[in-house]
């Protein structure tokens, strides 16, 4: 039997709880639940050799590694959710885009590492939430899209819940006071050693 597409309503629903996610994503992913912020240069990096450390870089964590595969299951579902039809390669081609366009983000921002690792773990990540949709449309048949939208709303309530709790707390999963102006090197008038002050426009 093929799967009944959620009502108008359901499908409004799953189109709001995409847009949260996307911008959660790109919250966590840029500035790691911090207040958005430009830094400066010492922050911009590329890795192109994935799993390896790099002689401008260490090794990706194993933490990191998780968290990244960890986020990017729910865009998979999500794909799945609002484009059935998709062969599973165009779903993937889609999540890789999404992680590309973070890690070209992070670059130009300069807020983070462009690490091909993140790459490959971000879109492997999607391939499971693809799997996954795949599974509960066995068991779940015709209710599949109606029964993951409400899953996906819990999630989400449940996302906000955690990160507002983290944000509140004095836990911090990204670089704090970062600086966020450019700073220019004059002579100080009264001792002669350099001294940094906020360049002007």
Same mark, same amino acid.
């Given at each position: 039997?093929? *799967?009944? $597409?959620? #009502?108008? @309503?359901?499908?409004?629903?799953?189109?709001?709880?995409?847009?949260?996610?996307?911008?959660?994503?790109?919250?966590?992913?840029?500035?790691?639940? *911090?207040?958005? =912020?430009?830094? @400066?240069?010492?922050?911009?990096?590329?890795?192109?050799? $994935?799993?390896?450390? +790099?002689?401008?870089?260490? !090794?990706?964590?194993?933490? *990191?590694?998780?968290?990244? =595969?960890?986020?990017?299951?729910?865009?998979?579902?999500?794909? %799945?959710?609002?484009?059935?039809?998709?062969?599973?390669?165009? !779903?993937?081609?889609?999540?890789?885009?999404?992680?590309?366009?973070? *890690?070209?983000?992070?670059?130009?921002?300069?807020?983070?590492?462009?690490?091909?690792?993140?790459?490959?773990?971000? +879109?492997?990540?999607?391939?499971? @939430?693809?799997?996954?949709?795949?599974?509960?449309?066995?068991?779940?048949?015709?209710?599949?899209?109606?029964?993951? +939208?409400?899953?996906?709303?819990?999630?989400?309530?449940?996302?906000?819940?955690?990160? %507002?709790? =983290?944000?509140?707390?004095?836990?911090?999963?990204?670089? #704090?006071?970062?600086?966020?102006? $450019?700073? +220019?090197?004059?002579?100080?008038?009264?001792?002669?050693?350099?001294?940094?002050?906020?360049?002007?426009?």
């Amino acid at each position: 039997m093929d *799967e009944k $597409p959620p #009502r108008a @309503g359901g499908r409004v629903l799953l189109v709001v709880l995409f847009v949260v996610y996307l911008f959660l994503l790109a919250w966590i992913v840029l500035w790691k639940l *911090e207040i958005p =912020f430009v830094g @400066g240069g010492g922050l911009r990096q590329v890795k192109l050799v $994935p799993f390896a450390a +790099t002689a401008g870089a260490g !090794a990706s964590a194993p933490f *990191e590694i998780v968290a990244n =595969f960890v986020l990017f299951v729910p865009f998979g579902i999500y794909l %799945g959710l609002l484009a059935p039809l998709w062969p599973w390669q165009k !779903a993937a081609c889609v999540v890789a885009g999404a992680s590309l366009i973070l *890690e070209v983000a992070q670059y130009v921002l300069a807020v983070g590492s462009s690490d091909v690792t993140d790459l490959i773990v971000n +879109t492997a990540g999607g391939l499971v @939430g693809i799997g996954l949709l795949n599974l509960a449309r066995r068991r779940l048949q015709t209710r599949t899209a109606i029964v993951m +939208t409400r899953v996906c709303l819990i999630w989400t309530v449940l996302a906000l819940l955690a990160i %507002g709790i =983290f944000v509140a707390s004095p836990l911090r999963y990204g670089p #704090r006071d970062v600086a966020v102006v $450019p700073t +220019t090197s004059v002579p100080s008038q009264n001792t002669g050693t350099l001294a940094r002050v906020n360049a002007s426009g």
